[in-house]
């Protein structure tokens, strides 16, 4: 049986060749996605912003990839929002109203990034028929489940950088209020002006 190590990072890990959920395997964005782990996520890290993991397979050395998670919160709205709008006392708390109706804002679990090691992307793992991709998604999945046994959240949330991530964290179980695959065409993926849809998964799933 195959296990797999997940540990929080104690120096720079960056001697990785990472490559982002979404970003292609070669060329410009690629560079893009090493320069960002270069520049900011272990300083992201290091001050406190995020907790990042780097995820190993037992027996094998070269990591398969990092995760970040932190604290967050989403606004919700239409039938997302109904458990918090019906409840007496949620309502009280969490439910909020502006110029477009009643919006709730409930507690989640960020994952800030994830970062699958270059050598494994694409790649399916031998013995489990998994790409390697979604087994990092489900380490992610792991820990987050472990950190919510401690602090309130609802969800687990994250952005999806392009429709090919979209794709992958939709069949994980992920739903978005910007719409499903139906609507991909009509959905605005631009990371460069933090205009990203959120994707999110109630924390009860991956308990």
Same mark, same amino acid.
Request: glycine residues 8%; contains cysteine.
């Given at each position: 049986?195959?296990?797999?190590?997940?540990?929080?990072?104690?120096?720079?890990?960056?001697?990785?060749?990472?490559?982002?959920?979404?970003?292609?395997?070669?060329?410009?964005?690629?560079?893009?996605?090493?320069?960002?782990?270069?520049?900011?996520?272990?300083?992201?890290?290091?001050?406190? !912003? #995020?907790?990042?993991?780097? =995820?190993?397979?037992?027996?094998?050395?070269?990591?398969?990839? %990092?995760? *970040? +998670?932190?604290?967050?919160?989403?606004?919700?709205?239409?039938?997302?929002?109904?458990?918090?709008?019906?409840?007496?006392?949620?309502?009280?708390?969490?439910?909020?109203?502006?110029?477009?109706?009643?919006?709730?804002?409930?507690?989640?679990?960020?994952?800030?990034?994830?970062?699958?090691?270059?050598?494994?992307?694409?790649?399916?793992?031998?013995?489990?028929?998994?790409?390697?991709?979604?087994?990092?998604?489900?380490?992610? !999945? #792991?820990?987050?489940?472990? =950190?919510?046994?401690?602090?309130?959240?609802?969800?687990?949330? %994250?952005? *999806? +950088?392009?429709?090919?991530?979209?794709?992958?964290?939709?069949?994980?179980?992920?739903?978005?209020?910007?719409?499903?695959?139906?609507?991909?065409?009509?959905?605005?993926?631009?990371?460069?002006?933090?205009?990203?849809?959120?994707?999110?998964?109630?924390?009860?799933?991956?308990?």
């Amino acid at each position: 049986m195959n296990t797999f190590r997940t540990q929080i990072v104690s120096s720079n890990p960056l001697d990785l060749f990472i490559q982002g959920f979404g970003s292609s395997p070669h060329g410009h964005d690629a560079n893009l996605v090493d320069r960002y782990f270069r520049d900011h996520s272990w300083r992201l890290h290091q001050f406190g !912003f #995020v907790r990042s993991y780097r =995820v190993n397979e037992d027996g094998v050395d070269e990591a398969i990839g %990092l995760f *970040a +998670l932190s604290c967050g919160s989403l606004l919700l709205r239409g039938s997302s929002a109904a458990p918090l709008l019906k409840d007496p006392v949620l309502r009280q708390e969490f439910v909020y109203m502006d110029g477009t109706g009643e919006y709730a804002v409930a507690p989640t679990i960020h994952i800030n990034y994830l970062a699958l090691n270059r050598p494994f992307q694409g790649r399916i793992h031998p013995a489990t028929g998994e790409r390697y991709s979604t087994m990092l998604m489900l380490q992610a !999945f #792991v820990k987050a489940a472990e =950190v919510s046994t401690g602090l309130g959240a609802m969800f687990l949330e %994250l952005d *999806a +950088l392009d429709e090919r991530a979209f794709r992958t964290y939709y069949r994980l179980g992920f739903r978005s209020e910007a719409g499903g695959l139906e609507d991909l065409e009509h959905i605005v993926f631009d990371a460069e002006n933090d205009d990203l849809p959120k994707m999110m998964l109630p924390i009860s799933r991956v308990r």
